[in-house]
């Protein structure tokens, strides 16, 4: 079991930056590969960003690859999502995830979630 509790949504206008936190407690956070959704009023959730345990290898939506960069501090089970140049368009809530495998099959968790609106 892993518990995700997420921080920073918030209001900022286009063009502006806000740091997304996720942090990871139960079960050792620090070993599991993480990573960031959104969903938007009436759309899917969808993939924003994925970080591999160690942090070596990062993975990115095409709609935000340049614009945000996650990262992770493993002393403090925290993941960060740093979203700069934001656009009307990045207006969602904001989901941390991770996944565990047990019993012969992936695990989903997620945090509540954490709004961020654009305005343009």
């Known amino acids: 079991q892993v518990q995700l509790i997420e921080s920073g949504g918030g209001l900022v206008q286009a063009g502006g930056s806000l740091r997304l936190s996720c942090v990871g407690s139960?079960?050792?956070?620090?070993?599991?590969?993480a990573g960031w959704f959104r969903q938007a009023p009436g759309k899917e959730r969808e993939f924003v960003a994925r970080?591999?345990?160690?942090?070596?290898?990062?993975y990115y939506a095409d709609s935000v690859k340049g614009r945000f960069a996650i990262s992770r501090d493993n002393a403090k089970n925290t993941v960060y999502l740093q979203m700069n140049s934001l656009k009307p368009e990045d207006t969602a809530v904001y989901y941390c995830h991770t996944e565990i495998w047990s019993g012969g099959s992936w695990h989903d968790y997620w945090g509540q979630g954490t709004q961020v609106t654009v305005s343009s």
């Open positions: 139960g079960r050792t956070f620090s070993g599991l590969a």
């Open positions: 970080i591999l345990w160690s942090g070596s290898s990062t």
